[in-house]
């Protein structure tokens, strides 16, 4: 099924000229087109739909299904140029006579491919499939309806087919507790990891887990009341929860676009996440870009949003209270900051990103993804996008003399990018509150203990 070209003849309804279009069969039943004739540069769109049936002796068959727009087919087996396409593999420039899964196979070693193979395959399997099962999960658990909770979480790990069962009880095993609040949020997230494990997980993701975890415990033991004092001001400003929220919501909003994102799939390596996109490879399928921008826009914005809390721990750790910023971002020569947390979430985002710098691991790991200049520029100046070569450009002032192209793989990378540090905050924010369930616990029990005894 998946490494399967099919090519057809095609005459453009308009000039007349002979167009070859090769369209790889994926992982998606559908999926759509649109290209240009490159004599007349009519604008040309093609539907291809992969029917499923059963025949009569009971066997799975395929049927494929096309609708063009803009051309009829053509009988003609010479053609004057040839449109290329993979839904889950970017096309190389170079060469009308390239496979794309050949081309994205080519140069790399054997268990590379592998991997990246079964990452593709697992994303397709877990997230894209299970994307309403996962929001309905997690709907549950913030309505507090935890008799469907758990039927979700039961539902999830059996898993619909064969083959995503086995991933799941391999990455699931067992029943999960859920007899606590403690057990709940760690359910919630580890069905969330077992989905998004092929695009955020590495060597890295797990330092920075650990790197987390160390922290907050560093600081809950060494600043106790000044970090219980913090968890409680989050918690009342419910910012906690409300960060958390859309943090879900920006995850959940991925895996929406996660047909766009999908010919990108095979060339991300969460491992590398910093690689450029192979600058011969494009994406030309038909993507809305509105879409794809406002998910960039609103994970700088979301990460803008988590500084509230980030800050406010590195304030702790370095002025022992949580309230105390370094200095005023906004102006040079590091004058005071006037007000607390609450007046430093309310400024404006891009300089808050610059009081990271104080302590190194935060500052590498959320400063590099932080492009706010691409993102003024595309929102202010505006961009134009070749869909045919899957270039973006985007104006750099406003008279629109200056600009600079990227490919629309490069973007999706870069959205990527931010998807895993806005995965990241949740987690930071889980064990926040992961740690203040504990503790609320042991308050009340000891509350009981005390209780008991005046009896
Ligand atoms: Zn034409």
């Given at each position: 099924?998946?490494?399967?070209?099919?090519?057809?003849?095609?005459?453009?309804?308009?000039?007349?000229?002979?167009?070859?279009?090769?369209?790889?069969?994926?992982?998606?039943?559908?999926?759509?087109?649109?290209?240009?004739c490159?004599?007349?540069?009519?604008?040309i769109?093609?539907?291809?739909?992969?029917?499923?049936?059963?025949?009569?002796?009971?066997?799975?068959?395929?049927?494929?299904?096309?609708?063009?727009?803009?051309?009829?087919?053509?009988?003609?087996?010479?053609?004057?140029?040839?449109?290329?396409?993979?839904?889950?593999?970017?096309?190389?420039?170079?060469?009308?006579?390239s496979?794309?899964?050949?081309?994205?196979?080519?140069?790399?070693?054997?268990?590379?491919?592998?991997?990246?193979?079964?990452?593709?395959?697992?994303?397709?399997?877990?997230?894209?499939?299970?994307?309403?099962?996962?929001k309905?999960?997690?709907?549950?658990?913030?309505?507090g309806?935890?008799?469907?909770?758990?039927?979700?979480?039961?539902?999830?790990?059996?898993?619909?087919?064969?083959?995503?069962?086995?991933?799941?009880?391999?990455?699931?095993?067992?029943?999960?507790?859920?007899?606590?609040?403690?057990?709940?949020?760690?359910?919630?997230?580890r069905?969330?990891?077992?989905?998004?494990?092929?695009?955020?997980?590495?060597?890295?993701?797990?330092?920075?887990?650990?790197?987390?975890?160390?922290?907050?415990?560093?600081?809950?033991?060494?600043?106790?009341?000044?970090?219980?004092?913090?968890?409680?001001?989050?918690?009342?400003?419910?910012?906690?929860?409300?960060?958390?929220?859309?943090?879900?919501?920006?995850?959940?909003?991925?895996?929406?676009?996660?047909e766009d994102?999908?010919?990108?799939?095979?060339?991300?390596?969460?491992?590398?996440?910093?690689?450029?996109?192979?600058?011969?490879?494009?994406?030309?399928?038909?993507?809305?870009?509105?879409k794809?921008?406002?998910?960039?826009?609103?994970?700088?914005?979301?990460?803008?949003?988590?500084?509230?809390?980030?800050?406010?721990?590195?304030?702790?750790?370095?002025?022992?209270?949580?309230?105390?910023?370094?200095?005023d971002?906004?102006?040079?020569?590091?004058?005071?900051?006037?007000?607390?947390?609450?007046?430093f979430?309310?400024?404006?985002?891009?300089?808050?990103?610059?009081?990271?710098?104080?302590e190194n691991?935060?500052?590498?790991?959320?400063?590099?993804?932080?492009d706010s200049k691409?993102?003024?520029?595309?929102?202010?100046?505006?961009?134009?996008?070749?869909?045919?070569?899957?270039?973006?450009?985007?104006?750099?002032?406003?008279?629109?003399?200056?600009s600079?192209?990227?490919?629309?793989?490069?973007?999706?990378?870069r959205?990527?990018?931010?998807?895993?540090?806005?995965?990241?905050?949740?987690?930071?924010?889980?064990?926040?509150?992961?740690?203040?369930?504990i503790?609320?616990?042991?308050?009340?029990?000891?509350?009981?203990?005390?209780?008991?005894?005046?009896i």
């Open positions: 099924m998946l490494l399967m070209m099919i090519g057809k003849f095609w005459r453009c309804n308009s000039c007349g000229a002979i167009i070859k279009t090769k369209i790889g069969v994926g992982y998606q039943k559908e999926t759509n087109y649109k290209f240009e490159e004599r007349c540069h009519q604008e769109t093609l539907r291809f739909i992969i029917k499923e049936y059963t025949d009569k002796l009971g066997r799975t068959n395929y049927k494929d299904i096309w609708i063009p727009d803009g051309i009829s087919k053509s009988k003609s087996n010479k053609f004057d140029f040839c449109f290329t396409s993979h839904p889950d593999f970017p096309t190389r420039t170079s060469d009308v006579y496979f794309p899964f050949i081309d994205a196979l080519n140069n790399r070693d054997e268990t590379d491919i592998l991997q990246r193979q079964l990452r593709q395959v697992f994303w397709h399997e877990l997230s894209m499939k299970k994307a309403k099962n996962l309905m999960i997690y709907r549950n658990y913030s309505l309806d935890f008799e469907n909770f758990k039927k979700g979480i039961i539902a999830f790990q059996k898993g619909s087919t064969e083959f995503d069962s086995k991933i799941l009880s391999a990455l699931l095993p067992g029943e999960l507790p859920l007899n606590n609040n403690m057990d709940k949020l760690s359910a919630l997230s069905v969330l990891d077992a989905c998004f494990f092929p695009i955020v997980v590495s060597k890295n993701h797990f330092e920075l887990y650990h790197y987390f975890e160390s922290y907050i415990a560093d600081l809950n033991q060494t600043e106790y009341q000044n970090y219980n004092e913090f968890v409680d001001f989050l918690v009342n400003n419910n910012y906690l929860t409300d960060i958390q929220n859309k943090c879900f919501e920006y995850i959940f909003n991925f895996l929406d676009l996660s994102f999908s010919p990108v799939i095979f060339e991300w390596d969460p491992e590398n996440p910093d690689a450029t996109f192979p600058s011969d490879a494009n994406i030309n399928n038909n993507i809305s870009f509105d794809i921008k406002s998910f960039s826009v609103d994970g700088f914005e979301l990460l803008s949003k988590s500084l509230v809390i980030i800050i406010g721990l590195i304030n702790i750790k370095h002025r022992h209270n949580y309230d105390s910023i370094n200095y971002p906004r102006e040079r020569n590091k004058k005071p900051f006037k007000g607390g947390l609450i007046e979430n309310a400024i404006a985002n891009a300089p808050k990103f610059k009081l990271l710098s104080e691991k935060f500052d590498k790991w959320i400063n590099p993804v932080i691409l993102r003024n520029d595309i929102g202010h100046f505006g961009y134009t996008i070749d869909s045919n070569k899957g270039y973006i450009t985007y104006y750099t002032n406003k008279e629109k003399t200056k600079n192209t990227i490919t629309y793989g490069e973007y999706l990378f959205c990527i990018r931010l998807l895993v540090r806005v995965y990241q905050v949740n987690i930071l924010v889980k064990m926040i509150m992961y740690q203040h369930l503790k609320n616990t042991m308050d009340e029990d000891a509350t009981q203990v005390s209780a008991d005894i005046k």
